[in-house]
């Protein structure tokens, strides 16, 4: 289930990710992309995490819901293996086997950053997980989108007119650890991990991430 870079339509697919705390703005610049995408003629499948097929939105609504000790973090991290596996079968493979293109709003890296860091399990802890769970899938490109903790759960709790999701209720604490955890993750695979400050408009975030895209696959490689 690894994906590998396309070159042309006919070929395996492209695996993006987008990463980051709460209200950082990933979907928003997941359908931005996508859209982006679509208008060069690329084949391409929008999804997220927890979620992206039937089952696992089932479990999304387990994880999101209810109070903030509703689970502890190896039970997390259980239901999300069990979410993601049956999204890579259901959605994410096909599609890249078809030749699509699939953006992911959250993919591994944030079990590692959630689980791993916040809540203290460990990165090891979740990488053995994921080999036992999903093999060694990593997508092809991820974006990590890096702002203030006060700023991202400002933005979410207006987004969301101030029904909060039980991550969002985790503590300020919580999500400090979480933005590290993010920043580590992108410390150690930097050649797949970009940091873009989500700080910025939501135009210039747009032009960066189409930027770094074009730089790896030239659009006369999408045709």
Known sequence: MNAQPATSASSRG?????????GSGKSTQSRLLCSAL?????AVVQTREPGGSPEAEAIRTLLIEGATDRWDPMSEALLLFAARRDHLRRTIEPALGAGSWVVCDRFGDSTVAYQGYAHGLGADTIAALAKIAIGQVKPDLTFILDLPVDVGLARAKEREAGREDRFERMGDAFHQRLRQGFREIAAQEPERCKVIDATQPIAAIHAAILGEIDARWPRAAFA
């Not at 492209?14 to 709460?22: M, R």
């Not at 679509?38 to 690329?42: L, Q, S």
């Open 14 to 22: 492209v695996f993006i990710t987008l990463e980051g705390g709460e």
């Open 38 to 42: 679509a208008a060069r003629g690329v």
